[in-house]
Protein backbone atom coordinates (compact mmCIF):
# COMPACT_ATOMS: atom_id res chain seq x y z
CA UNK A 1 0.00 0.00 0.00
CA UNK A 2 1.49 3.27 -1.16
CA UNK A 3 1.79 6.12 0.13
CA UNK A 4 1.01 7.73 -3.11
CA UNK A 5 -2.27 5.74 -2.77
CA UNK A 6 -2.85 6.89 1.03
CA UNK A 7 -2.58 10.57 -0.34
CA UNK A 8 -4.94 10.46 -3.19
CA UNK A 9 -7.60 8.68 -1.60
CA UNK A 10 -7.54 9.70 1.91
CA UNK A 11 -6.17 13.40 1.87
CA UNK A 12 -9.55 14.91 3.73
CA UNK A 13 -9.28 12.35 6.68
CA UNK A 14 -5.47 12.57 7.10
CA UNK A 15 -6.48 16.54 7.29
CA UNK A 16 -8.72 15.94 10.09
CA UNK A 17 -11.91 17.50 7.77
CA UNK A 18 -13.65 13.89 7.08
CA UNK A 19 -14.14 10.98 9.35
CA UNK A 20 -12.78 8.35 7.16
CA UNK A 21 -12.20 7.12 3.18
CA UNK A 22 -12.03 3.92 1.20
CA UNK A 23 -9.57 2.97 -1.53
CA UNK A 24 -8.39 -0.26 -3.16
CA UNK A 25 -5.00 -1.84 -2.43
CA UNK A 26 -3.69 -4.88 -4.81
CA UNK A 27 -0.94 -6.91 -2.96
CA UNK A 28 0.91 -10.06 -3.60
CA UNK A 29 0.43 -11.64 -0.44
CA UNK A 30 -1.79 -11.33 2.39
CA UNK A 31 1.13 -11.53 5.27
CA UNK A 32 2.86 -8.32 3.16
CA UNK A 33 -0.64 -6.57 3.01
CA UNK A 34 -0.88 -6.91 6.79
CA UNK A 35 2.52 -5.88 7.35
CA UNK A 36 2.14 -2.67 5.30
CA UNK A 37 -1.36 -2.20 7.72
CA UNK A 38 0.67 -2.82 10.59
CA UNK A 39 3.46 -0.26 9.86
CA UNK A 40 0.82 2.42 8.64
CA UNK A 41 -0.89 1.65 12.08
CA UNK A 42 2.19 2.84 14.06
CA UNK A 43 2.77 5.63 11.74
CA UNK A 44 -0.93 6.90 12.01
CA UNK A 45 -2.26 6.10 15.27
CA UNK A 46 -0.24 9.09 16.43
CA UNK A 47 -2.20 11.06 14.95
CA UNK A 48 -5.58 9.93 15.64
CA UNK A 49 -6.34 7.58 12.62
CA UNK A 50 -6.47 3.87 11.93
CA UNK A 51 -6.00 1.18 8.94
CA UNK A 52 -7.95 -1.14 8.65
CA UNK A 53 -8.25 -3.91 6.14
CA UNK A 54 -12.54 -4.45 5.41
CA UNK A 55 -12.49 -7.04 3.01
CA UNK A 56 -9.78 -9.14 0.66
CA UNK A 57 -10.49 -10.05 -2.61
CA UNK A 58 -8.64 -11.48 -5.35
CA UNK A 59 -5.19 -10.06 -4.82
CA UNK A 60 -6.58 -7.02 -3.15
CA UNK A 61 -7.99 -5.34 -0.24
CA UNK A 62 -10.37 -2.71 1.02
CA UNK A 63 -8.61 -0.66 2.74
CA UNK A 64 -10.62 1.66 5.36
CA UNK A 65 -8.51 4.94 7.06
CA UNK A 66 -10.65 6.83 9.64
CA UNK A 67 -10.56 8.67 12.94
CA UNK A 68 -12.06 6.27 15.62
CA UNK A 69 -12.72 9.74 17.54
CA UNK A 70 -14.63 11.25 14.77
CA UNK A 71 -16.66 8.02 14.27
CA UNK A 72 -17.60 8.14 17.59
CA UNK A 73 -19.35 11.51 17.07
CA UNK A 74 -21.14 11.00 14.24
CA UNK A 75 -22.93 7.56 15.15
CA UNK A 76 -24.22 9.60 18.03
CA UNK A 77 -25.96 11.12 15.57
CA UNK A 78 -29.39 9.63 16.59
CA UNK A 79 -30.55 9.08 12.70
CA UNK A 80 -26.97 7.19 12.13
CA UNK A 81 -27.45 5.03 14.94
CA UNK A 82 -31.04 4.28 13.75
CA UNK A 83 -30.22 3.45 10.24
CA UNK A 84 -27.37 1.20 12.08
CA UNK A 85 -29.12 -0.50 14.47
CA UNK A 86 -32.25 -1.42 11.85
CA UNK A 87 -29.54 -2.96 9.79
CA UNK A 88 -28.05 -4.96 12.72
CA UNK A 89 -24.94 -3.40 13.93
CA UNK A 90 -24.24 -2.44 17.82
CA UNK A 91 -24.01 0.76 18.10
CA UNK A 92 -22.15 1.19 21.77
CA UNK A 93 -19.00 1.38 20.29
CA UNK A 94 -17.27 2.76 16.93
CA UNK A 95 -14.68 -0.29 16.85
CA UNK A 96 -18.02 -2.58 17.02
CA UNK A 97 -19.35 -1.08 14.11
CA UNK A 98 -16.30 -1.58 12.39
CA UNK A 99 -16.27 -5.18 13.23
CA UNK A 100 -20.09 -6.03 12.30
CA UNK A 101 -19.32 -3.86 8.92
CA UNK A 102 -16.64 -5.92 8.24
CA UNK A 103 -18.77 -9.30 8.94
CA UNK A 104 -21.70 -7.69 6.73
CA UNK A 105 -19.07 -7.05 4.10
CA UNK A 106 -17.70 -10.59 4.13
CA UNK A 107 -21.46 -12.18 4.27
CA UNK A 108 -23.73 -9.64 2.09
CA UNK A 109 -23.99 -10.04 -1.74
CA UNK A 110 -25.22 -6.40 -1.85
CA UNK A 111 -22.25 -3.84 -0.89
CA UNK A 112 -23.83 -2.33 2.70
CA UNK A 113 -24.72 1.17 1.93
CA UNK A 114 -24.90 1.96 5.22
CA UNK A 115 -20.75 2.45 4.40
CA UNK A 116 -21.63 6.16 3.90
CA UNK A 117 -22.06 6.70 7.61
CA UNK A 118 -18.00 5.07 8.34
CA UNK A 119 -17.31 7.73 5.72
CA UNK A 120 -18.40 10.89 7.20
CA UNK A 121 -21.28 11.45 4.87
CA UNK A 122 -24.35 13.04 5.94
CA UNK A 123 -27.36 10.19 7.37
CA UNK A 124 -30.09 11.82 5.29
CA UNK A 125 -27.58 11.29 2.09
CA UNK A 126 -27.12 7.88 3.12
CA UNK A 127 -30.57 7.08 4.16
CA UNK A 128 -31.32 9.01 0.88
CA UNK A 129 -29.47 6.53 -1.21
CA UNK A 130 -30.66 3.37 0.64
CA UNK A 131 -34.16 4.34 0.27
CA UNK A 132 -33.90 5.80 -3.40
CA UNK A 133 -30.96 4.86 -4.90
CA UNK A 134 -30.49 7.08 -8.41
CA UNK A 135 -34.09 8.60 -8.20
CA UNK A 136 -34.28 11.82 -5.90
CA UNK A 137 -30.68 12.30 -6.00
CA UNK A 138 -30.27 16.46 -6.35
CA UNK A 139 -26.34 16.50 -7.20
CA UNK A 140 -23.24 13.75 -7.13
CA UNK A 141 -19.77 14.57 -5.55
CA UNK A 142 -17.85 12.15 -3.56
CA UNK A 143 -21.04 10.93 -2.95
CA UNK A 144 -24.88 10.83 -3.78
CA UNK A 145 -26.69 14.13 -2.26
CA UNK A 146 -30.51 13.78 -1.23
CA UNK A 147 -30.23 16.52 1.53
CA UNK A 148 -28.42 19.99 1.47
CA UNK A 149 -27.36 20.49 -1.92
CA UNK A 150 -25.48 23.74 -1.34
CA UNK A 151 -23.55 22.28 1.84
CA UNK A 152 -22.73 19.16 0.13
CA UNK A 153 -20.90 21.27 -3.00
CA UNK A 154 -18.67 23.54 -0.44
CA UNK A 155 -17.50 20.14 1.39
CA UNK A 156 -16.83 18.34 -1.91
CA UNK A 157 -14.76 21.76 -3.02
CA UNK A 158 -13.16 21.81 0.34
CA UNK A 159 -12.03 17.69 -0.32
CA UNK A 160 -10.66 18.31 -3.80
CA UNK A 161 -8.64 20.98 -2.86
CA UNK A 162 -7.00 19.32 0.47
CA UNK A 163 -6.43 16.60 -2.00
CA UNK A 164 -4.77 18.36 -4.69
CA UNK A 165 -2.73 20.80 -1.71
CA UNK A 166 -1.71 17.35 -0.20
CA UNK A 167 -0.72 15.96 -3.16
CA UNK A 168 1.09 18.68 -4.59
CA UNK A 169 3.03 18.56 -0.59
CA UNK A 170 3.75 15.08 -0.83
CA UNK A 171 5.15 15.49 -4.57
CA UNK A 172 7.61 18.20 -3.19
CA UNK A 173 9.04 15.51 -0.68
CA UNK A 174 6.80 16.22 2.75
CA UNK A 175 6.06 12.39 4.16
CA UNK A 176 2.49 11.07 4.88
CA UNK A 177 3.29 11.52 8.65
CA UNK A 178 4.08 14.66 8.77
CA UNK A 179 0.90 15.82 6.50
CA UNK A 180 -1.87 13.87 8.86
CA UNK A 181 -2.65 16.11 11.59
CA UNK A 182 -3.29 15.13 15.12
CA UNK A 183 -7.10 14.82 15.79
Known amino acids: MSEESIIRHCSPTLAGMKTGNLFRSSYI ?3 EMREDIRHWNVILA ?8 LRFQKGSALIYIYRPLRLARDLRDGRACELLQQRGYCTDTPSRCVAC ?6 EAEEFPHE ?12 SGFMEHRDEGC ?7 VYGDVDAARRTFAKFKKCT ?5 QWQ ?8 AVNG
Open 29 to 31: SRR
Open 138 to 144: KCVGFWK
Open 172 to 179: SGRPLERL
Open 101 to 106: LIDRLR
Open 115 to 126: IGLFLGYPPEDV
Open 164 to 168: DVYYR
Open 46 to 53: KKGLRVVP
